[in-house]
């Protein structure tokens, strides 16, 4: 039986639209006018400072935006750029990409300090391919220790390569996993010597120990999730594998299920911010999901956040967005990207701010609760 467990709703984040540069006067071009990313991003990640696009007006480029909104690019793939891996503690950036149409696709990874030709140097290129088998790639990951690096396939299958990722001649490149599901998710954890890999399909969830010979695996579950619908904790939540599927979320550890959360809707985007779970899901009114993909591009549905305190049980921030591209974190805030090109930055409240905030809730709004039932399986 669900224990039910009621969750107040606060407001600890300030909202706002990212605004154009004001020129040298302070006035001029930009000042006050919303900032717009062009048309055509097809993936998007963050770190070392900048939003980092992928295939801006289908180009094959990598574009990065700083803080100060002025972009930059480089031609990384003669034709399109489909998915991007900035490491946060290194300048290492890992992309997937096409060179040629009907040609495998192919990892490359960037040193984003050294400079080939004005461009950032590329030190290694590999086919992103399972044995022999032509597939798509649907997920990317990097460790952090940049000793591993895991991509997921369409049909099923996660190439691991271990040693220096950055080099082909000091890393060795293999079939870890093979199944019938499309890859939907991957995740390093890393506690003290030991490294586990999580693989999530639509189907199912696995973990691999990856510090000990052979990486002994272990099936946590019998369901999955779509697209961009997991992701890894800190410290805080005891750096558990977070999966989200329509009816519930569940967390686990490399060897068991922890607790599971029946969150309503839809999920489409799921990420992990300082102590916070961030969702992005639709109402449960709107068209149902593909089995595969965790968002549809063609479909300009509202979209709801919200972001979840999961240790202390409240939902710290909730609103409705026009169709969202991803959620960034950089440069302490949020960054929410649309599809109409807006960025909408997400800035957490000062401790004293949110003291007041839920003192005055308790109150006069002690009766406004949320309904969330956590369930232990």
Known sequence: MAAYLQWRRFVFFDRETVKEPAGPDGGGAGGGKPFALPPGITVCDSGRGSLVFGDI????QIWFLPRSLQFS?????????THLYQLKQHSI???????EEGINPL????????????????????????????????CLTVHENLNFMAIGFADGSVVLTKGDITRDRHSKTQILHEGNYPVTGLAF???GKITHLFVVTTENIQSYMLSVKDYPRLELDTHGCGLRCSTLSDPSQDLQFIVAGNECVY???????????????QKLIVHWYRGYLIIVSKDRKSSPKSEFAGSDPQNSDKRILNVYDLCNKFIAYSSVFDDVV??????????VLTRDGKIHALQEKDTQTKLEASHLLNLFYGFRFVKAPQIRG
Do not use: H, M
């Not at 007006?57 to 094959?60: S, T």
């Not at 950036?93 to 060179?99: K, P, T």
């Not at 686990?252 to 809707?265: H, I, L, N």
């Open 93 to 99: 950036l890992a992309s997937v990409g096409e060179d």
């Open 189 to 191: 954890r890393q506690s």
């Open 57 to 60: 007006l289908a180009r094959g």
């Open 251 to 265: 967390l686990y550890q490399p060897d068991e299920r922890g607790p599971c959360f029946a969150f309503e809707g």
């Open 326 to 335: 991803d959620v960034l974190a950089e440069w302490g805030s949020l960054y």
């Open 73 to 81: 690019s480089f031609q990384a793939y003669k034709l399109r750029v």
């Open 107 to 138: 990892v490359k990874v960037w040193n984003l300090e050294k400079r080939d030709g004005g461009n950032p140097l590329c030190t290694r290129i590999f086919p992103a391919i399972p044995g022999n088998k032509p597939t798509a790639v649907t």
